[in-house]
């Protein structure tokens, strides 16, 4: 409504580089910073954390709390783009001197919670992500039983484009609303 020439293409990113914004190929990129380079801007967007989440009527939602046995005691379903099994939270397990079994690993947060909502096993998502599921949906969130950096959602472009004023318009914007979105999620 208050941009009606603009045109937002969402591009997959299959490696964490800045080599698509060197090129011309992406204007804006968001998400969390990898190793971008010196000349790549960035402006943090918002804090997030992992929750995990189940099914509605899974044995799980019935807890006050959930513990770490409780967490290993079922399946997981990992989401990664690169098909990594492991991250933060298995290291946490680990300190523990416990670990989960991964049970699938799928492309993308949206994939693990259809694959919750379906089955038995526990997704770990952004708690964000859940910020745009309807308020009907049929998963149950808790907070996980071990201690997981946070997540800083940050948005990336290059140089050439910090005196574009449409360019400008459109990284105000997309900070505006990231910050109501989550103005009133805990971090």
């Known amino acids: 409504k208050v941009a009606p020439g603009v045109v937002l293409r969402f591009a997959a990113k ?3 580089s800045a080599k698509a914004l060197r090129e011309g190929r992406v204007d804006l990129e968001i998400g ?3 190793e971008m380079g010196p000349e790549i801007r960035l402006q943090m967007l918002f804090r997030d954390r992992f929750i995990g989440v189940v099914r509605e009527g899974h044995p799980l939602a019935n807890l006050d709390k959930v513990t770490t046995s409780h967490y ?4 997981h379903v ?17 300190e523990a001197g416990v670990a989960r079994q991964v049970a699938a690993i799928v ?5 693990a ?4 909502r379906a089955t038995d096993l526990i ?8 910020l ?6 049929a998963f149950h969130c808790f907070e996980l039983p071990v201690t997981t950096r946070g997540i800083t959602i940050s948005q990336f472009w290059h140089p050439r484009s910090d005196a574009d004023q449409a360019h400008r318009w459109l990284r105000q914007f997309m900070l505006g609303v990231c910050r109501r979105l989550t103005a009133d999620t805990p971090a």
Do not use: C, H, M
């Open 14 to 16: 299959p490696e964490k």
């Open 32 to 34: 969390v910073a990898g």
């Open 72 to 75: 290993i005691e079922y399946g």
């Open 78 to 94: 990992v989401a990664s783009r690169r098909g990594v099994l492991t991250g933060p939270v298995d290291e946490e397990l680990a």
């Open 107 to 111: 492309p993308g947060f949206p994939a």
């Open 113 to 116: 919670l259809a694959v919750a």
């Open 123 to 130: 997704a770990l998502v952004p708690a964000s992500f859940l």
């Open 132 to 137: 745009t599921q309807p308020a009907n949906a």
